[in-house]
């Protein structure tokens, strides 16, 4: 499921500054560089991930998949690449599928796609609980998102500069 919003999407100012992020491992720690609009957005996404793990899940729920922290250096060359200004289209995922965003932290992203069309590369390290029928296998992931068709007909006008879509 998937909304397609449009309009100028931009961000003012980085909202991560004014709050802090919750100690995490040095895999989750965004290197330091100069402000900009794709560093804005990752450090507010790490702070609403920070938020989301507060969360608690009882029974039936017996695994969570977070690929902001499995699969974040994949995501984070996805939006330092394609996070460079506003845009006219935003694809929003509610639910990563087990072969797009799961593997490679991408939204939307099916492995190829990923890899092949978009060009982004780089290691996705195993979750902490794996389902055994939806092992995250990054890059190496044999199996295409359902979803992949769809995206690709939204952004065929586009090359993957991605002028229209994040």
Known sequence: ???YCTG???MSQPLA???GLPEEPDLL???SSPSSLAQDFLEEELRLNAELDKLQF???VGFIYNPLKYALELHR???TRYCQGPKKVLFLGMNPGPFGMAQT???FGEVSVVRDWLGI???VLAPPQEHPKRPILGLECPQSEALKNIVLRKGSEASPDFQRYP
């Open 58 to 60: 009882s029974e039936p």
């Open 77 to 79: 060359n996805y939006v």
């Open 29 to 31: 720690k965004l290197p």
């Open 1 to 3: 499921m998937f909304q």
């Open 8 to 10: 100028d999407i931009s």
């Open 17 to 19: 500054s004014r709050v």
């Open 121 to 123: 590369v780089g290691t």
């Open 105 to 107: 932290g991408v939204p």
